[in-house]
């Protein structure tokens, strides 16, 4: 153990003027009822919706198998005063959230309605749709900050595909989401039309933590508490993005940009030290890889920070940062959910002014063109 | 004599049912396996002929990797310089879904290893295979070898019916504890459902990395659901885990604890703290970074120099040459690791004759 007490110098603690604009990937809105969706449903899909709803493998049609610890996973001070769920009230959060804490841009990233785990293709295709007009019409267009995503179902690739031409052309949309809870792992070639077309328009592949993918949360069966399916959503990402790469998807799709988005980033060097480590002796396995699997991680994939490591040493998580490279970070908030990070005392670590602006801001305002 | 260097994973091969395993099956048994052909019981998780399952110069002629004696205590004793090892085998027994048929194969795997390693060769131990998909049953099989001291630990897979944590096993877990057997949880899966979170993946290759995610997913299980305050003394080696994953786990598990305690209020203290007491691991693989000052990194994030156990892995093919210990690991950490660690965490190692 080190003697010297290194005692982090805190983002609050930074000169006023050399406080960065904060980009923050990862902001949730939230509808205020599904009816919201109303507007952007046909009649028959609006009747489907109210009558049969969801069909999503999971026990219950009204909540989560896995109570959390404040309702709607949410922050106990960010349900809006004019009422409705936390998200879903624009100028609370621009109160809240965009303005107090210099809030540049913020994608967001809708997870009402689960778009990705909709066992009904048709109605999925449907509510996506639906809800990528709702961000535009709702958010983005009311609030040049807010950037969306298109989310598509990934288990329908072909509706997935004419929902991203669909969106493409309208032209307000940074990114392309899927969920890493799939039917099959993201590698798989059944999803490569997607990342197909992503490469082509040159838009990053989102990647957030969650979904219904009909699998236990973990490789061991179902968990009883929500403590470790919580934990769990890290464990799916290790899974995804060691699919991602032996598949070949960053082999095939040389320009393809991934981002994880809420998985942290504590795994994700140990993850490829283990791939590398094991790479000669499965090389046969995967004879399409040319490189070695790290370092298609260090090209083609970002990480959101959020939530962020929190070892007893700072200069733990100053290792960590430095393994896995602190061009591959984006800072993200997670607002309004319970375990949010604030930009301001997220980084319990000295950082650089430079290494400040990367992730921050840099990071993202390159990867997303801003 | 050489100094004490314990071996804690090394990997005996059953040749089939109908062959190695059919002398130490009933009458029953015997006439099901011959008659019905019940044989070919290699895990999926391990293909005989596949790289990491068996290292080139460990390969005999004939046979499976591991499947001859005389090699096995060449490579794992003259070559690799154990002073004893720990034999963990990994044969479809605790796959099958017959809990009677499960039950006949785990007994027939301790007695042929008990007969046929432990009786000539005083440096070997073994760990008790059982048929965790009937605990009764299970248990049955615990208390039959409880008085061999060379028996000291019970094996399960990381990847079995359930999570490991679940009530449906305590009573399995109370005969451990009571018989001062840890529970190794070695890698492998019983392909019940799908080896990760995000569905059945392609390779072996992907499939092996899963494993470390699995593992993780056990230690939580085992944690919350308070096993370790049940059975205070029980201790749980994770076999073939990798290492480099726990730090950050570690702090993960944390973070969430202090989010989410409200919901598993028995959990009195942080997850880390309570791995470091309950929680060991077999060092190969290790999957650390590529230099010395990121090893030593990893070893100052984990916090303890009790929980690493020597292991070979032999006869996997995990490192090349004569030096099974993972490069740049502090002299400090091998020092306790061949003997110290192993002594402590497998106790009935001092008991054996």
Same mark, same amino acid.
């Given at each position: 153990?080190?003697?010297?007490?290194d005692?982090?110098?805190?983002e609050?603690?930074?000169?006023?003027?050399?406080?960065?604009?904060?980009?923050?990937?990862?902001i949730?809105?939230?509808?205020?009822?599904?009816?919201?969706?109303? %507007?952007?449903l046909s009649?028959?899909w609006?009747?489907?919706l109210k009558?049969?709803?969801?069909?999503?493998?999971?026990?219950y049609?009204?909540t989560?198998p896995?109570?959390?610890?404040?309702?709607l996973?949410?922050?106990?001070?960010a349900w809006?005063?004019?009422g409705? %769920?936390p998200?879903?009230?624009?100028?609370?959060? #621009?109160?809240?959230?965009?303005?107090p804490?210099?809030?540049?841009f913020?994608?967001?990233?809708?997870?009402?309605?689960?778009i990705?785990s909709?066992?009904?293709?048709e109605?999925?295709?449907?509510i996506?749709?639906?809800?990528?007009?709702?961000q535009l019409?709702?958010w983005?267009?009311?609030?040049?900050r807010?950037?969306?995503?298109?989310?598509?179902?990934?288990?329908?690739a072909?509706?997935?595909?004419?929902?991203i031409e669909?969106?493409?052309k309208?032209?307000?949309?940074?990114?392309?989401?899927?969920s890493?809870r799939?039917?099959e792992?993201? *590698?798989?070639?059944?999803?490569?039309?997607?990342?197909?077309?992503?490469?082509?328009?040159?838009m990053?592949?989102g990647?957030?933590v969650?979904g219904?993918? *009909?699998?236990? %949360?973990?490789?061991?069966g179902?968990p009883?508490?929500?403590?470790?399916?919580?934990?769990?959503n890290?464990h799916?990402?290790a899974?995804?993005?060691t699919?991602?790469?032996?598949?070949g998807v960053?082999?095939?799709?040389?320009?393809?940009?991934?981002?994880?988005?809420?998985?942290g980033?504590?795994?994700i060097s140990?993850?490829?030290?283990r791939?590398?480590?094991?790479?000669?002796?499965?090389r046969?396995?995967?004879?399409?890889?040319k490189?070695?699997p790290?370092?298609?991680? #260090?090209?083609h994939?970002?990480?959101?920070?959020?939530?962020i490591?929190? %070892?007893?040493?700072?200069?733990?998580?100053?290792?960590?940062?430095?393994?896995?490279g602190v061009d591959?970070?984006?800072?993200?908030?997670d607002?309004?959910?319970w375990?949010?990070d604030?930009?301001?005392?997220?980084?319990?670590t000295p950082?650089?002014?430079e290494e400040?602006a990367?992730?921050?801001?840099s990071?993202?305002?390159?990867?997303y063109?801003? | 004599?050489a100094a !004490?260097?314990i071996?804690c &994973?090394?990997?005996?091969a059953?040749?089939g049912?109908? !062959?190695?395993?059919?002398?130490?099956?009933?009458?029953?048994w015997?006439e099901?396996v011959?008659?019905?052909?019940i &044989?070919?019981?290699?895990?999926?998780? @391990?293909?005989?002929?596949?790289?990491l399952? =068996?290292?080139?110069?460990?390969?005999?002629?004939?046979?499976?990797p591991? /499947?001859?004696l005389?090699?096995v205590?060449?490579g794992?004793?003259?070559?690799?310089?154990?002073s004893?090892?720990?034999?963990?085998?990994?044969?479809?027994a $605790?796959?099958?879904?017959?809990? @009677?048929?499960?039950?006949?194969?785990?007994?027939?795997i301790? &007695?042929?290893?008990?007969t046929?390693?432990?009786a000539r060769?005083?440096?070997? +131990?073994? /760990?008790?295979?059982?048929p965790? $998909?009937?605990?009764d049953?299970?248990i049955?099989e615990?208390?039959?070898?409880?008085?061999?001291?060379?028996?000291?630990?019970?094996?399960?897979m990381?990847?079995?019916?359930?999570?490991?944590?679940?009530?449906?096993?305590w009573?399995?877990?109370?005969?451990?504890?009571k018989?001062?057997?840890?529970?190794a949880v070695?890698? =492998?899966?019983q392909?019940?459902?799908?080896p990760s979170?995000?569905?059945?993946?392609s @390779?072996?290759?992907?499939?092996?990395?899963?494993?470390?995610?699995?593992?993780?997913?056990?230690?939580?299980s085992l944690? @919350?659901?308070?096993?370790f305050?049940?059975?205070?003394?029980?201790?749980?080696?994770?076999m073939? /885990?990798g290492?480099?994953?726990l730090p950050?786990?570690?702090?993960?598990?944390?973070? !969430?604890?202090?989010?989410?305690?409200v919901e598993?209020?028995?959990?009195d +203290?942080?997850?880390?703290?309570?791995?470091?007491d309950h929680?060991?691991?077999? !060092?190969?693989?290790?999957?650390g970074?590529?230099?010395?000052?990121g090893?030593a990194d990893?070893?100052d994030?984990i916090?303890?120099?009790?929980?690493?156990?020597? /292991?070979?892995d032999?006869p996997?093919? $995990?490192f090349?040459?004569?030096?099974?210990?993972?490069?740049?690991?502090?002299?400090?950490?091998?020092?306790?690791?061949?003997? &110290?660690n192993?002594?402590?965490?497998f106790?009935?190692l001092?008991?054996?004759?």
């Open positions: 153990m080190s003697e010297v007490i005692r982090p110098m805190l609050q603690e930074a000169p006023a003027k050399s406080r960065l604009k904060i980009i923050d990937c990862d949730h809105p939230s509808l205020h009822a599904r009816s919201d969706l109303n %507007p952007f009649k028959r609006q009747e489907h009558t049969y709803g969801d069909h999503l493998r999971t026990p049609i009204g989560t896995y109570p959390r610890s404040s309702p996973i949410a922050r106990r001070d809006p005063p004019t409705g %769920p998200g879903s009230d624009l100028d609370f959060m #621009r109160k809240q959230h965009l303005d804490l210099d809030i540049e913020g994608m967001l990233q809708v997870l009402d309605m689960f990705f909709q066992q009904n293709l109605f999925g295709a449907a996506q749709r639906a809800v990528n007009e709702w019409a709702h983005t267009s009311r609030e040049p807010l950037k969306a995503a298109i989310l598509v179902g990934q288990d329908d072909a509706a997935a595909v004419a929902e669909r969106c493409a309208i032209g307000q949309y940074l990114q392309i989401n899927v890493p799939a039917n792992p993201l *590698g798989r070639r059944r999803y490569w039309p997607i990342y197909a077309r992503a490469e082509e328009l040159g990053p592949l990647i957030h969650g219904y993918g *009909g699998h236990a %949360p973990t490789g061991g179902w009883s508490y929500y403590a470790e399916e919580h934990q769990s890290a799916s990402m899974a995804t993005l699919s991602l790469v032996l598949e960053p082999e095939h799709f040389p320009r393809l940009k991934i981002v994880f988005i809420e998985g980033f504590g795994w140990s993850t490829m030290w791939m590398d480590q094991h790479f000669e002796r499965f046969a396995e995967v004879p399409h890889l490189r070695r790290s370092e298609y991680v #260090r090209e994939f970002w990480f959101t920070t959020q939530p490591d929190e %070892p007893d040493e700072a200069r733990h998580l100053r290792s960590l940062i430095e393994w896995v591959r970070l984006l800072f993200s908030s607002y309004p959910h375990d949010f604030d930009p301001r005392f997220a980084f319990k950082l650089s002014e400040r990367k992730i921050f801001n990071n993202a305002r390159a990867l063109k801003l | 004599m !004490t260097r071996d &994973d090394i990997h005996p059953v040749g049912t109908r !062959t190695t395993l059919l002398p130490y099956l009933d009458d029953h015997k099901q011959v008659s019905r052909a &044989d070919g019981l290699d895990l999926t998780s @391990y293909p005989p002929n596949m790289p399952s =068996g290292r080139a110069d460990w390969r005999p002629k004939n046979g499976k591991g /499947s001859d005389s090699m205590q060449r794992a004793f003259d070559q690799l310089g154990a004893h090892a720990i034999c963990n085998v990994l044969y479809g $605790q796959a099958v879904y017959d809990p @009677y048929m499960a039950a006949a194969f785990c007994k027939a301790n &007695d042929w290893i008990a046929e390693w432990l060769d005083k440096r070997l +131990r073994a /760990s008790i295979v059982i965790l $998909q009937a605990p049953l299970a049955e615990i208390e039959r070898r409880a008085a061999d001291h060379r028996f000291v630990s019970v094996l399960v990381a990847q079995g019916e359930s999570l490991l944590g679940r009530r449906h096993y009573p399995v877990w109370q005969a451990a504890e018989h001062r057997l840890p529970i070695h890698a =492998g899966s392909y019940r459902s799908a979170s995000v569905g059945w993946p @390779y072996r290759y992907e499939y092996y990395l899963a494993e470390a995610q699995a593992f993780q997913a056990q230690l939580l944690i @919350y659901e308070g096993v305050l049940k059975f205070p003394q029980l201790k749980v080696v994770l073939e /885990s290492v480099t994953w950050a786990f570690m702090w993960r598990a944390n973070k !969430t604890w202090r989010g989410v305690r598993v209020p028995w959990v +203290r942080e997850p880390a703290a309570i791995m470091r929680i060991r691991l077999t !060092t190969q693989p290790f999957d970074p590529p230099d010395a000052a090893v990893i070893i994030m916090g303890s120099d009790r929980m690493f156990l020597f /292991s070979s032999y996997h093919w $995990q090349d040459g004569d030096d099974a210990i993972p490069p740049h690991l502090p002299s400090a950490i091998v020092s306790r690791m061949c003997a &110290d192993p002594l402590e965490t106790p009935r001092s008991l054996a004759a």
